[in-house]
Protein backbone atom coordinates (compact mmCIF):
# COMPACT_ATOMS: atom_id res chain seq x y z
CA UNK A 1 0.00 0.00 0.00
CA UNK A 2 0.74 3.41 -0.54
CA UNK A 3 2.47 5.33 2.07
CA UNK A 4 -0.38 8.13 1.29
CA UNK A 5 -2.93 5.09 2.55
CA UNK A 6 -5.58 4.50 0.63
CA UNK A 7 -5.23 7.47 -1.51
CA UNK A 8 -5.78 7.94 -5.09
CA UNK A 9 -4.74 10.81 -7.85
CA UNK A 10 -6.64 11.35 -11.06
CA UNK A 11 -5.07 13.83 -13.45
CA UNK A 12 -6.98 15.71 -16.31
CA UNK A 13 -4.54 15.87 -19.45
CA UNK A 14 -4.64 18.65 -21.03
CA UNK A 15 -3.08 22.01 -19.81
CA UNK A 16 -2.53 20.17 -16.56
CA UNK A 17 -0.14 17.03 -17.33
CA UNK A 18 0.73 18.34 -21.01
CA UNK A 19 0.73 21.96 -22.43
CA UNK A 20 -1.48 20.28 -25.30
CA UNK A 21 -4.00 23.46 -26.27
CA UNK A 22 -1.83 25.53 -27.84
CA UNK A 23 -2.08 22.28 -30.57
CA UNK A 24 -5.84 21.50 -29.85
CA UNK A 25 -6.12 25.67 -30.26
CA UNK A 26 -4.62 25.35 -34.00
CA UNK A 27 -6.31 21.73 -34.58
CA UNK A 28 -10.00 23.39 -34.09
CA UNK A 29 -8.79 26.53 -36.55
CA UNK A 30 -7.84 24.35 -38.99
CA UNK A 31 -10.52 22.96 -39.21
CA UNK A 32 -13.39 25.75 -38.43
CA UNK A 33 -11.41 27.40 -41.68
CA UNK A 34 -11.68 24.13 -43.97
CA UNK A 35 -15.38 24.96 -43.11
CA UNK A 36 -15.90 28.15 -44.06
CA UNK A 37 -15.15 29.89 -40.51
CA UNK A 38 -12.03 32.03 -40.92
CA UNK A 39 -10.01 33.81 -37.86
CA UNK A 40 -11.25 31.38 -34.94
CA UNK A 41 -8.77 33.21 -32.28
CA UNK A 42 -6.85 32.03 -29.42
CA UNK A 43 -9.62 34.04 -27.12
CA UNK A 44 -12.23 31.78 -28.37
CA UNK A 45 -10.48 28.76 -28.25
CA UNK A 46 -10.14 29.89 -24.32
CA UNK A 47 -14.24 29.49 -23.37
CA UNK A 48 -13.35 25.70 -24.51
CA UNK A 49 -10.79 25.00 -22.00
CA UNK A 50 -11.74 22.33 -20.16
CA UNK A 51 -14.65 21.26 -22.53
CA UNK A 52 -14.94 17.82 -23.96
CA UNK A 53 -14.21 17.57 -27.31
CA UNK A 54 -17.35 16.17 -28.67
CA UNK A 55 -19.12 18.82 -26.59
CA UNK A 56 -16.80 21.94 -28.46
CA UNK A 57 -17.76 20.97 -31.80
CA UNK A 58 -21.55 20.79 -30.62
CA UNK A 59 -21.50 23.79 -29.70
CA UNK A 60 -19.06 25.29 -33.15
CA UNK A 61 -22.22 23.82 -35.09
CA UNK A 62 -24.65 25.97 -33.13
CA UNK A 63 -22.32 28.88 -32.75
CA UNK A 64 -21.19 29.19 -36.39
CA UNK A 65 -24.00 27.67 -38.18
CA UNK A 66 -22.24 24.34 -39.80
CA UNK A 67 -23.92 22.03 -41.07
CA UNK A 68 -21.67 19.20 -41.24
CA UNK A 69 -21.97 16.18 -38.37
CA UNK A 70 -20.83 16.36 -35.33
CA UNK A 71 -18.34 13.02 -36.14
CA UNK A 72 -17.66 14.26 -39.72
CA UNK A 73 -16.31 17.34 -37.45
CA UNK A 74 -14.81 14.97 -35.03
CA UNK A 75 -12.81 13.10 -37.37
CA UNK A 76 -11.44 15.87 -39.40
CA UNK A 77 -10.17 17.89 -36.14
CA UNK A 78 -8.75 14.68 -34.34
CA UNK A 79 -6.39 13.91 -37.22
CA UNK A 80 -5.44 17.48 -37.38
CA UNK A 81 -4.43 16.89 -33.65
CA UNK A 82 -3.02 13.82 -33.89
CA UNK A 83 -0.46 15.06 -36.86
CA UNK A 84 0.26 18.42 -34.24
CA UNK A 85 0.45 16.25 -30.98
CA UNK A 86 2.73 13.74 -32.81
CA UNK A 87 5.26 16.70 -33.38
CA UNK A 88 5.66 18.28 -30.14
CA UNK A 89 3.24 18.29 -27.18
CA UNK A 90 5.80 19.27 -23.73
CA UNK A 91 5.48 17.72 -20.39
CA UNK A 92 4.93 20.24 -17.42
CA UNK A 93 8.17 19.00 -15.79
CA UNK A 94 6.93 19.27 -12.20
CA UNK A 95 4.24 17.52 -13.33
CA UNK A 96 6.25 14.66 -14.84
CA UNK A 97 8.30 14.95 -11.08
CA UNK A 98 4.59 14.33 -9.40
CA UNK A 99 3.56 11.78 -11.61
CA UNK A 100 7.13 10.44 -11.06
CA UNK A 101 7.35 10.51 -7.25
CA UNK A 102 3.69 9.43 -7.18
CA UNK A 103 4.44 6.13 -8.62
CA UNK A 104 7.21 5.73 -6.27
CA UNK A 105 5.28 5.73 -3.44
CA UNK A 106 3.09 3.25 -4.85
CA UNK A 107 -0.51 6.08 -5.44
CA UNK A 108 -2.65 4.56 -7.65
CA UNK A 109 -3.52 6.96 -10.42
CA UNK A 110 -5.72 7.62 -13.58
CA UNK A 111 -6.02 10.02 -16.38
CA UNK A 112 -9.78 11.37 -16.93
CA UNK A 113 -9.85 13.54 -20.17
CA UNK A 114 -11.93 14.84 -22.41
CA UNK A 115 -9.74 13.85 -25.45
CA UNK A 116 -10.61 11.26 -27.85
CA UNK A 117 -9.20 7.42 -26.77
CA UNK A 118 -6.70 7.98 -29.72
CA UNK A 119 -5.53 11.76 -28.31
CA UNK A 120 -5.09 10.70 -24.92
CA UNK A 121 -3.06 7.48 -26.25
CA UNK A 122 -0.92 9.13 -28.41
CA UNK A 123 -0.08 11.80 -25.93
CA UNK A 124 0.64 9.60 -22.64
CA UNK A 125 2.86 6.92 -25.33
CA UNK A 126 4.80 9.92 -26.91
CA UNK A 127 5.70 11.82 -23.34
CA UNK A 128 6.33 8.16 -21.44
CA UNK A 129 3.81 9.21 -19.20
CA UNK A 130 2.18 6.08 -20.13
CA UNK A 131 4.94 3.89 -17.42
CA UNK A 132 2.77 5.27 -14.94
CA UNK A 133 -0.20 6.26 -15.94
CA UNK A 134 -2.50 3.21 -17.01
CA UNK A 135 -5.70 3.51 -16.40
CA UNK A 136 -7.63 6.04 -19.01
CA UNK A 137 -10.95 7.13 -18.95
CA UNK A 138 -12.21 9.28 -22.06
CA UNK A 139 -15.07 11.28 -22.06
CA UNK A 140 -17.15 9.33 -24.65
CA UNK A 141 -16.44 6.44 -22.32
CA UNK A 142 -19.44 8.20 -19.80
CA UNK A 143 -22.92 9.48 -20.64
CA UNK A 144 -21.88 12.85 -19.04
CA UNK A 145 -18.65 15.35 -19.49
CA UNK A 146 -17.44 17.75 -16.96
CA UNK A 147 -18.70 19.37 -15.25
CA UNK A 148 -20.90 16.29 -14.41
CA UNK A 149 -18.90 13.97 -12.06
CA UNK A 150 -19.30 10.67 -14.51
CA UNK A 151 -15.97 11.11 -15.65
CA UNK A 152 -14.51 11.02 -12.69
CA UNK A 153 -16.51 8.56 -10.99
CA UNK A 154 -15.55 6.13 -13.34
CA UNK A 155 -12.09 6.68 -13.26
CA UNK A 156 -12.41 5.52 -9.30
CA UNK A 157 -14.54 2.67 -10.23
CA UNK A 158 -11.48 1.69 -12.13
CA UNK A 159 -9.20 2.11 -9.98
CA UNK A 160 -11.07 0.55 -6.81
CA UNK A 161 -11.14 3.87 -4.68
CA UNK A 162 -13.73 5.34 -3.34
CA UNK A 163 -14.24 8.43 -4.53
CA UNK A 164 -13.32 10.10 -0.97
CA UNK A 165 -10.46 8.93 -1.20
CA UNK A 166 -9.29 10.49 -4.56
CA UNK A 167 -7.66 13.72 -5.26
CA UNK A 168 -8.15 15.38 -8.49
CA UNK A 169 -5.70 17.51 -10.34
CA UNK A 170 -7.74 19.90 -12.79
CA UNK A 171 -6.69 22.82 -15.15
CA UNK A 172 -10.26 23.97 -15.49
CA UNK A 173 -13.25 25.26 -13.67
CA UNK A 174 -15.47 22.65 -15.81
CA UNK A 175 -13.44 19.66 -14.01
CA UNK A 176 -12.81 21.29 -10.06
CA UNK A 177 -16.54 21.32 -10.37
CA UNK A 178 -16.98 17.91 -11.67
CA UNK A 179 -14.14 16.74 -8.70
CA UNK A 180 -16.54 18.80 -6.28
CA UNK A 181 -19.53 17.28 -7.72
CA UNK A 182 -18.36 13.68 -7.92
CA UNK A 183 -16.91 14.22 -3.81
CA UNK A 184 -13.26 14.41 -4.31
CA UNK A 185 -10.73 16.67 -2.91
CA UNK A 186 -8.74 19.01 -6.32
CA UNK A 187 -5.49 20.55 -6.62
CA UNK A 188 -6.93 23.34 -8.97
CA UNK A 189 -4.36 24.67 -10.92
CA UNK A 190 -5.58 27.05 -13.22
CA UNK A 191 -4.86 27.25 -17.38
CA UNK A 192 -6.28 30.45 -17.86
CA UNK A 193 -5.09 33.01 -15.52
CA UNK A 194 -8.30 35.16 -15.80
CA UNK A 195 -10.55 32.17 -14.64
CA UNK A 196 -8.69 31.72 -11.64
CA UNK A 197 -11.21 33.34 -9.80
CA UNK A 198 -14.39 31.75 -11.21
CA UNK A 199 -16.58 30.24 -8.21
CA UNK A 200 -15.97 26.65 -9.21
CA UNK A 201 -12.18 26.89 -8.27
CA UNK A 202 -13.30 28.00 -4.79
CA UNK A 203 -14.30 24.61 -4.05
CA UNK A 204 -10.71 23.00 -4.43
CA UNK A 205 -8.57 21.95 -1.51
CA UNK A 206 -5.69 23.36 -3.13
CA UNK A 207 -5.68 26.35 -5.69
CA UNK A 208 -2.53 27.60 -7.22
CA UNK A 209 -3.96 30.83 -8.73
CA UNK A 210 -0.47 31.52 -11.07
CA UNK A 211 -1.46 27.91 -12.27
CA UNK A 212 2.16 25.98 -13.63
CA UNK A 213 4.40 28.68 -12.65
CA UNK A 214 3.25 27.93 -8.60
CA UNK A 215 2.94 24.23 -8.75
CA UNK A 216 5.91 22.35 -7.89
CA UNK A 217 6.03 18.58 -7.26
CA UNK A 218 7.04 18.49 -3.67
CA UNK A 219 4.79 20.81 -2.59
CA UNK A 220 1.96 19.03 -3.71
CA UNK A 221 2.84 16.02 -2.29
CA UNK A 222 3.28 17.68 0.59
CA UNK A 223 -0.34 18.99 0.51
CA UNK A 224 -1.64 15.33 -0.31
CA UNK A 225 0.56 14.02 3.05
CA UNK A 226 -1.03 16.83 5.32
CA UNK A 227 -4.84 16.06 3.94
CA UNK A 228 -4.46 12.01 4.74
CA UNK A 229 -3.38 13.19 8.16
CA UNK A 230 -6.26 15.22 8.26
CA UNK A 231 -9.01 12.99 7.27
Known sequence: MSTLGTLSVVFDLDGTLVDSEPNYYEAGRRTLAAYGVPDFSWEEHERYVGISTRETIADWRKRYGLSAPVEELLEVKNRHYLKLAGASTPVYPQMRAFVELLAAEGVPMAVASGSSP?????????TGLDRYLRTVVPADEVARGKPA??????AARRLGADPADCVVVEDAAPGASAAHAAGMRCIAIPYVAGQADAPEFATAGLLLRGGQTEFTARAAYTWLADSVRRS
Open 118 to 126: EAIGSILAG
Open 149 to 154: PDIFLE
